[in-house]
T-cell receptor
């Protein structure tokens, strides 16, 4: 079952521009995580933001979390061609569980 | 560098064959997961394991089984491969959940399985 829904499904920008992707979810969470997947490869963990955090940074990545709206955004600043990939959000639902719930991803193309 | 290693990047098998996909992690993680990924369907959890010899069904366990005899190894078994099991298979591992929720997953590079 999918909880996270990324928006947009696909995004195409020029190198140097900023890219913003959004994720909405339905239930209360412990944390929300963002992953990147290069074509035909496994996923790579980018950043985890806990439910009591509102913003987190890692290099050119900025993640925000609004638990009242049940949404998160991932901002990639000064994008590069190497950022071309699919980006997934995954939610860790509140309560006793062991699984993440995945969205369908945003496909980002950064054109040189 | 920590790693999750999947035994094959590409695999072609015949319908009806028994197929073994192997996954090994070197991070002493308790949790291990098997997903399949198909266009438009995202990641779907097949099975996961939170301890040696322990397993739980995910969302789509039919036609699959798993084995975890050692902490570092988690095997996915297709009992009798069918063409609808053609997919990308991804293995992942994570530390055990403590207060504050699940940790991030480390994924393998994936195995693209084609059943003909």
């Amino acid at each position: 079952s999918q909880q996270g829904e990324e928006d947009p499904q696909a995004l195409s920008i020029q190198e140097g521009e900023n890219a913003t992707m959004n994720c909405s979810y339905k239930t209360s969470i412990n944390n929300l995580q963002w992953y990147r997947q290069n074509s035909g490869r496994g996923l790579v963990h980018l950043i985890l933001i806990r439910s009591n955090e509102r913003e987190k940074h890692s290099g050119r990545l900025r993640v925000t979390l609004d638990t009242s709206k049940k949404s998160s955004s991932l901002l990639i600043t000064a994008s590069r061609a190497a950022d071309t990939a699919s980006y997934f959000c995954a939610t860790d639902r509140a309560g006793n569980n062991r699984k993440l719930i995945w969205g369908l991803g945003t496909s980002l193309a950064v054109n040189p | 560098d920590v790693k999750v290693t999947q035994s094959s990047r590409y695999l072609v098998k015949r319908t009806g064959e028994k197929v073994f996909l192997e996954c090994v992690q070197d991070m002493d993680h308790e949790n291990m997961f098997w997903y399949r990924q198909d266009p438009g369907l995202g990641l779907r959890l097949i099975y996961f394991s939170y301890d040696v010899k322990m397993k739980e069904k995910g969302d789509i366990p039919e036609g699959y089984s798993v084995s975890r005899e050692k902490k570092e190894r988690f095997s996915l078994i297709l009992e009798s491969a069918s063409t609808n099991q053609t997919s990308m298979y991804l293995c992942a591992s994570s530390l055990v959940r403590l207060r504050g929720g699940n940790y991030g997953y480390t994924f393998g590079s994936g195995t693209r399985l084609t059943v003909v």
